[in-house]
Protein backbone atom coordinates (compact mmCIF):
# COMPACT_ATOMS: atom_id res chain seq x y z
CA UNK A 1 0.00 0.00 0.00
CA UNK A 2 1.40 3.40 -1.29
CA UNK A 3 2.11 6.24 1.22
CA UNK A 4 0.19 8.69 -1.10
CA UNK A 5 -3.49 7.43 -2.48
CA UNK A 6 -4.09 8.02 -6.41
CA UNK A 7 -7.41 6.31 -8.05
CA UNK A 8 -5.95 3.04 -10.20
CA UNK A 9 -7.42 4.26 -13.27
CA UNK A 10 -9.00 7.25 -15.09
CA UNK A 11 -9.83 7.71 -18.38
CA UNK A 12 -11.33 10.47 -21.25
CA UNK A 13 -11.85 10.84 -25.03
CA UNK A 14 -10.02 13.19 -26.74
CA UNK A 15 -10.06 16.93 -26.43
CA UNK A 16 -11.67 16.28 -22.75
CA UNK A 17 -10.09 17.57 -19.19
CA UNK A 18 -9.18 14.83 -17.28
CA UNK A 19 -7.67 15.10 -13.32
CA UNK A 20 -5.88 12.58 -11.52
CA UNK A 21 -5.53 12.95 -7.20
CA UNK A 22 -3.09 12.46 -5.02
CA UNK A 23 -4.07 12.22 -1.42
CA UNK A 24 -1.06 12.56 1.34
CA UNK A 25 -1.04 13.68 4.71
CA UNK A 26 0.81 16.56 6.81
CA UNK A 27 4.24 14.23 7.14
CA UNK A 28 5.01 14.76 2.62
CA UNK A 29 2.33 16.60 0.95
CA UNK A 30 1.43 18.92 3.92
CA UNK A 31 4.98 20.14 3.72
CA UNK A 32 6.63 19.72 0.91
CA UNK A 33 6.12 20.17 -2.80
CA UNK A 34 4.77 17.52 -5.25
CA UNK A 35 6.25 16.20 -8.46
CA UNK A 36 4.29 14.45 -11.05
CA UNK A 37 5.42 11.39 -13.64
CA UNK A 38 4.52 10.05 -16.56
CA UNK A 39 5.77 6.57 -17.71
CA UNK A 40 4.69 5.85 -21.54
CA UNK A 41 4.36 2.27 -21.72
CA UNK A 42 7.70 0.42 -21.54
CA UNK A 43 9.81 3.22 -20.98
CA UNK A 44 11.40 5.07 -17.81
CA UNK A 45 9.61 7.67 -16.21
CA UNK A 46 9.77 10.88 -16.77
CA UNK A 47 8.93 14.36 -14.68
CA UNK A 48 5.85 16.11 -15.87
CA UNK A 49 5.68 18.54 -13.18
CA UNK A 50 7.55 19.69 -10.41
CA UNK A 51 7.29 21.68 -7.41
CA UNK A 52 3.69 20.91 -7.36
CA UNK A 53 2.62 23.71 -10.64
CA UNK A 54 6.07 23.82 -12.79
CA UNK A 55 6.31 22.42 -16.06
CA UNK A 56 10.04 20.99 -17.32
CA UNK A 57 10.58 22.82 -20.61
CA UNK A 58 8.98 20.69 -23.59
CA UNK A 59 6.25 19.42 -21.52
CA UNK A 60 2.96 20.57 -23.42
CA UNK A 61 0.56 23.75 -21.22
CA UNK A 62 -1.61 21.17 -21.63
CA UNK A 63 -0.24 19.19 -18.39
CA UNK A 64 -0.94 21.55 -15.00
CA UNK A 65 -0.76 20.59 -11.76
CA UNK A 66 -2.04 22.09 -8.11
CA UNK A 67 -1.47 21.22 -4.66
CA UNK A 68 -4.17 22.38 -1.47
CA UNK A 69 -3.24 20.99 1.66
CA UNK A 70 -2.20 17.27 1.82
CA UNK A 71 -3.56 16.81 -1.59
CA UNK A 72 -2.08 17.10 -4.95
CA UNK A 73 -3.83 16.83 -8.66
CA UNK A 74 -2.64 16.82 -12.43
CA UNK A 75 -4.76 18.03 -14.54
CA UNK A 76 -4.45 17.05 -18.48
CA UNK A 77 -6.85 19.28 -20.80
CA UNK A 78 -6.91 18.45 -24.73
CA UNK A 79 -6.27 14.59 -24.12
CA UNK A 80 -4.55 13.31 -26.71
CA UNK A 81 -4.11 9.70 -27.69
CA UNK A 82 -0.24 9.95 -26.88
CA UNK A 83 -1.24 10.68 -22.87
CA UNK A 84 -2.47 7.01 -22.58
CA UNK A 85 0.22 6.41 -19.81
CA UNK A 86 0.80 5.41 -16.05
CA UNK A 87 1.01 8.98 -13.97
CA UNK A 88 2.50 8.70 -10.39
CA UNK A 89 2.95 11.49 -8.21
CA UNK A 90 5.88 11.80 -5.45
CA UNK A 91 7.45 13.90 -2.45
CA UNK A 92 9.66 13.96 0.21
CA UNK A 93 8.49 12.44 3.39
CA UNK A 94 10.68 13.14 6.38
CA UNK A 95 13.60 11.72 5.02
CA UNK A 96 12.78 9.81 2.07
CA UNK A 97 10.65 10.00 -0.91
CA UNK A 98 7.66 8.16 -1.42
CA UNK A 99 5.30 7.52 -5.09
CA UNK A 100 1.34 7.69 -5.18
CA UNK A 101 0.68 3.82 -6.27
CA UNK A 102 0.31 5.25 -9.92
CA UNK A 103 -2.70 5.98 -11.79
CA UNK A 104 -3.22 4.04 -15.29
CA UNK A 105 -4.98 6.73 -17.76
CA UNK A 106 -6.72 5.50 -20.80
CA UNK A 107 -7.83 7.71 -23.93
CA UNK A 108 -11.19 6.14 -25.35
CA UNK B 1 22.16 16.68 -21.51
CA UNK B 2 23.40 14.14 -19.18
CA UNK B 3 22.61 10.44 -19.72
CA UNK B 4 22.16 7.58 -17.05
CA UNK B 5 22.73 3.72 -17.94
CA UNK B 6 22.61 0.62 -15.53
CA UNK B 7 24.40 -2.55 -15.72
CA UNK B 8 24.46 -5.74 -13.80
CA UNK B 9 23.69 -9.16 -14.00
CA UNK B 10 19.95 -9.31 -15.17
CA UNK B 11 19.18 -13.05 -12.94
CA UNK B 12 20.28 -13.75 -9.27
CA UNK B 13 20.12 -16.14 -7.02
CA UNK B 14 17.89 -16.47 -3.80
CA UNK B 15 20.23 -14.86 -0.72
CA UNK B 16 22.58 -13.75 -2.80
CA UNK B 17 23.48 -10.08 -3.26
CA UNK B 18 22.35 -7.63 -6.30
CA UNK B 19 24.75 -5.53 -7.27
CA UNK B 20 24.14 -2.96 -10.41
CA UNK B 21 25.92 -0.18 -11.72
CA UNK B 22 24.86 3.16 -13.58
CA UNK B 23 27.18 4.83 -15.92
CA UNK B 24 26.74 8.59 -15.86
CA UNK B 25 28.00 10.52 -19.17
CA UNK B 26 27.36 13.96 -20.19
CA UNK B 27 27.65 15.50 -16.71
CA UNK B 28 29.62 14.98 -13.76
CA UNK B 29 28.44 12.93 -10.57
CA UNK B 30 31.18 15.07 -8.51
CA UNK B 31 29.12 18.25 -8.46
CA UNK B 32 26.46 19.13 -5.86
CA UNK B 33 23.14 19.95 -6.29
CA UNK B 34 22.02 16.37 -7.45
CA UNK B 35 21.39 12.99 -5.62
CA UNK B 36 22.51 9.83 -7.34
CA UNK B 37 19.58 7.73 -7.02
CA UNK B 38 17.86 4.03 -7.24
CA UNK B 39 14.38 3.45 -7.65
CA UNK B 40 12.68 -0.06 -8.25
CA UNK B 41 9.51 -1.16 -10.05
CA UNK B 42 8.23 -4.83 -9.90
CA UNK B 43 6.71 -5.82 -12.77
CA UNK B 44 3.72 -4.86 -13.03
CA UNK B 45 3.47 -2.25 -9.51
CA UNK B 46 4.32 1.26 -8.61
CA UNK B 47 7.90 2.78 -7.87
CA UNK B 48 9.60 2.38 -4.74
CA UNK B 49 12.60 4.58 -3.58
CA UNK B 50 15.68 2.72 -2.69
CA UNK B 51 18.16 5.62 -1.43
CA UNK B 52 21.01 8.31 -2.79
CA UNK B 53 24.10 9.17 -2.70
CA UNK B 54 25.48 12.16 -2.75
CA UNK B 55 28.74 13.58 -4.22
CA UNK B 56 30.21 14.04 -0.79
CA UNK B 57 29.60 9.85 -0.07
CA UNK B 58 26.64 10.80 2.03
CA UNK B 59 23.84 8.37 2.06
CA UNK B 60 20.18 8.11 2.86
CA UNK B 61 17.87 4.55 2.34
CA UNK B 62 14.59 3.37 2.26
CA UNK B 63 14.71 2.43 6.03
CA UNK B 64 12.45 -1.38 4.93
CA UNK B 65 15.57 -2.09 2.30
CA UNK B 66 18.26 -0.20 4.74
CA UNK B 67 19.64 -3.54 6.47
CA UNK B 68 20.80 -4.86 2.84
CA UNK B 69 21.31 -2.44 1.23
CA UNK B 70 24.52 -0.45 0.13
CA UNK B 71 25.04 2.63 -2.18
CA UNK B 72 28.48 3.47 -3.35
CA UNK B 73 30.39 5.81 -5.32
CA UNK B 74 32.74 5.59 -8.36
CA UNK B 75 34.18 9.35 -9.04
CA UNK B 76 36.94 8.12 -11.15
CA UNK B 77 34.32 6.26 -13.35
CA UNK B 78 31.71 8.51 -12.95
CA UNK B 79 29.71 5.61 -11.54
CA UNK B 80 27.80 4.68 -8.67
CA UNK B 81 26.45 1.76 -7.30
CA UNK B 82 24.13 -0.28 -5.71
CA UNK B 83 24.09 -4.03 -3.58
CA UNK B 84 20.84 -4.92 -1.95
CA UNK B 85 22.07 -8.13 -0.06
CA UNK B 86 19.82 -11.47 0.88
CA UNK B 87 17.63 -11.02 -2.15
CA UNK B 88 14.33 -12.53 -2.40
CA UNK B 89 11.46 -12.90 -4.68
CA UNK B 90 10.52 -10.10 -3.81
CA UNK B 91 12.87 -8.22 -5.06
CA UNK B 92 12.61 -8.70 -8.62
CA UNK B 93 12.00 -5.82 -10.46
CA UNK B 94 13.01 -3.26 -12.94
CA UNK B 95 15.91 -1.14 -11.35
CA UNK B 96 16.44 2.27 -12.33
CA UNK B 97 18.96 4.96 -11.52
CA UNK B 98 18.30 8.48 -11.73
CA UNK B 99 19.17 11.83 -10.48
CA UNK B 100 17.76 13.59 -8.46
CA UNK B 101 18.04 17.66 -8.77
CA UNK B 102 18.01 19.06 -5.34
CA UNK B 103 18.23 22.54 -3.96
CA UNK B 104 17.01 24.61 -1.36
CA UNK B 105 13.56 25.01 -3.55
CA UNK B 106 13.77 22.24 -6.13
CA UNK B 107 13.77 18.38 -6.24
CA UNK B 108 12.64 16.16 -8.73
CA UNK B 109 14.19 13.50 -10.91
CA UNK B 110 14.95 15.13 -13.76
CA UNK B 111 17.02 11.84 -15.70
CA UNK B 112 16.57 8.09 -15.53
CA UNK B 113 18.71 5.33 -17.12
CA UNK B 114 16.36 2.77 -19.10
CA UNK B 115 15.73 0.56 -16.25
CA UNK B 116 17.42 -3.03 -16.05
CA UNK B 117 14.99 -5.95 -15.02
CA UNK B 118 16.63 -7.88 -12.37
CA UNK B 119 14.74 -12.21 -11.41
CA UNK B 120 16.11 -13.72 -8.46
CA UNK B 121 15.43 -17.38 -9.22
CA UNK B 122 17.50 -20.16 -8.91
Known amino acids: QSVLTQPPSASGTPGQRVTISCSGNSSNIGRNSVNWYQQLPGTAPKVLIY???QRPSGVPDRFSGSKSGTSASLAISGLQSEDEADYYC?????????FGGGTKLTVL | QVQLQESGPGLVKPSETLSLTCTVSGGSISGSGYYWTWIRQPPGKGLEWIGYIYYSGSTNYNPSLKSRLSISLDTSKNQFSLKLSSVTAADRAVYYC??????????????WGQGTLVTVSS
Open chain 1, 90 to 98: ATWDVSLIV
Open chain 1, 51 to 53: ENN
Open chain 2, 98 to 111: ARERHTQYLNYFDS
